[in-house]
């Protein structure tokens, strides 16, 4: 995979993380190195392992889908690209949380629905035959800043950047599914 394209891939991939840490951020108020830590880390490391989650469970149907893989790779990552920024664009409850989100089953539950998109994007790199550890590491390690800057803007601006940074990831990761449907086809 090359350089810019894996860096727009987990750029597309963090805004998730992103929105949320900013949305945590606002409902904390003051965001301790802890907090800072839990939140980063947990959400770093789903980001990390669901790609190679994702690959593993694509490495196994790869045989059979081959012959159509770019248009998976391009569904996959449209059907991903379209739904944040769909839920971007709708209704959100403004309803504050009044526990502490970087701890216990909520930390849990955040990295996980963070990175359920990862997955697929683990499954199309799979299908397009892309080793996954560089990358994996790669879109981890942008989750994680990305969490870290998202937290303490949120606790400054969050109501600003939250949702333009959704609707921003979603037009990356569908700009990169058409790409890779275009380099295919032109093929």
Known sequence: MEPLTLIGVAIGLAMDAFAVAIGVGLTLGTVSLRQTFRLSYHFGLFQALMPIAGWLAGRSIVAWIAPFDHWVAFA?????GGKMIYEALGERDEEAQRK?????????????????????VGLSLALLGTAIWYPALVIGIVALVF????????RRFGALLGRRMEIVGGLILVAIGLRILI???AS
């Open 183 to 185: 380099d295919h086809l």
């Open 76 to 80: 996959l990552l449209a059907a991903i």
């Open 147 to 154: 969490t870290a800057v998202g937290l303490h803007l949120g």
């Open 100 to 120: 502490d989100p970087t701890k216990g089953a909520s930390l849990v539950v955040l990295s996980v629905a963070t990175s359920i998109d990862a997955l697929a």
